[in-house]
């Protein structure tokens, strides 16, 4: 039966079946039905030189298009991040110097924009993307390990200033930002929130394979309602594969819920080595603010991980309360215990749990931990750690040579109580050990423009 507010499409006899809301009268709502699944496309080809190129759109609305379902019936719906779909209401394909300026992409069937076979130099701002069937902006390919043609390789795309909202309706997988194999991209001063999956997926390969991603900056961007209950196994920003030169900088991550496991905050998956993790903000997870699957040589640096597991997992498979977990494979098996990272100058901030957890024995064999400070709001400094998977104390931890110079301390923020973890007292031992506040004034949308697309998101969900 279906519910108010939802509708039912049956193919075979094509037919639409809605069901109105109380005190709806269904003979007067607007009703629009598109036809068509692209409203712009371009099929440049990059490899000979011959771009789309030079073109712009200010303030322009693309709106309405169909559900593209050709290739989910006739195979699988169940790729991770919709990647099996192949159109999208804007498919960009050899097109090089294209802005996005002050566009509004909405009612889309799939994910509202796609940039890849190669385009570069394509920048979106000042934007609003919403209510999509799938995710909001995708740029390049599903291709796992390197891209052979150099020119294939789409690069040099810039999102910033945009707000990204509401999607996942039909494909509940689509990513804020879905970024495959792609490098030297920015996505800054965005702001992401409501999709059933992950805000920012960035990589496409699993493990150790070489890759073309890399040097891509993802910065002073928002990212919220994540998951809702709906899928698992997803963060606000996820990663995947080698990513030299990669940065997540100044990036505020809240309120991930997953239906079962895996509600993170920062997750670096499969193989994802030598990104630089700093001066993030990460609260109210149903799972850890950081987890690494496996992955080598990240550097975590300067963050904050404020109360994981607001929504408890007790009773799902799994479930192990905490805050930092590294869960790399047995060896024999993607490198085993080679997994490595560095966990400096941080806080990490819970009510109660675990700090560090792991699901092997070795799990934090590889890894550097120091100069943080850890604090339990209700066990103060009983608070235990993982060098193996059974938790042992402090002074036990230190003795395997991690946190040699960290501190179980209240680092004294000055108002914790409204999620403001930006301001630190003077005598913070967080400071005094070189921990740097984490400002977030110019995290998000900045600008008059900007400004602007706030007031048109509150009236959409007004």
Known sequence: MLQPGTFYYDRNSSTLTYHSLPNEDPTKLPVVIPTITQILATNGNASSGAYVQYINFIDINFMYSAVDTTVCFAGSCDDQSASFLTSATINLKGARYWSFDGVTLAHTGGYALWISGGSSYVTVNNSHVYDSAAGGIRVAEAIHGAISDPNQMTSQVTITNTILEDGGHFYQMGCGVLLQESGNNTLSHNLIHDFNYTGISIGWTWGYADTSTYSNYLGFNEIYNIGKG?????????????????????????????????????YTDEGSSNITIQNNIVYHTKSAGIHQHYGENNLFQNNVIAFPHQVSCAGQAGCVELAVRSSQHPPGRDKGSFSSFTFMKNIVYIQNGTALGTTMPTGFQNMTVDYNVYWSTTDKANITFPPTQKPVTFQQWQAEGKDQHSMLADPQFTNPESFDFTKLSQESPAIKLGFQPISTATVGPQGPKAEKIAKAEDRKSG
Do not use: E, F
């Open 230 to 266: 709906v899928l698992s196994d997803m963060g606000c920003i996820y990663s995947l594969g080698k990513q030299a030169g990669s940065m997540l900088d100044n990036n505020v991550c809240h309120s991930v819920v997953s239906y079962n496991y895996g509600a993170w905050g920062y």
